[in-house]
């Protein structure tokens, strides 16, 4: 399976908490905030000036070890 930017923050946490790390090291620590349960991740990196690009070419990767 491939993570999309479309894809919602609460549903990748749910379904690969090993990812939880990927998104603290590009700054969305708010994992378990109201907004993660309806936010997707493009959504939430925009929110946080963070270049979603490279959050999806390391959740993948991370995904894929």
Same mark, same amino acid.
């Given at each position: 399976m491939?993570?999309?930017?479309?894809?919602?923050?609460?549903?990748?946490?749910?379904t690969?908490?090993?990812l939880v790390p990927v998104f603290f090291k590009h700054g969305l620590g708010c994992l378990g905030c109201a907004a993660a349960r309806f936010e997707s991740i493009e959504q939430g990196a925009n929110a946080h000036g963070i270049?979603?690009?490279?959050? &999806? $070419?390391d959740l993948n990767?991370? &995904? $894929?070890?």
């Open positions: 491939k993570i999309t930017r479309d894809m919602g923050i609460q549903d990748v946490v749910d690969y908490p090993e270049d979603v690009d490279l959050l &999806l $070419s990767k991370a &995904l $894929s070890q």
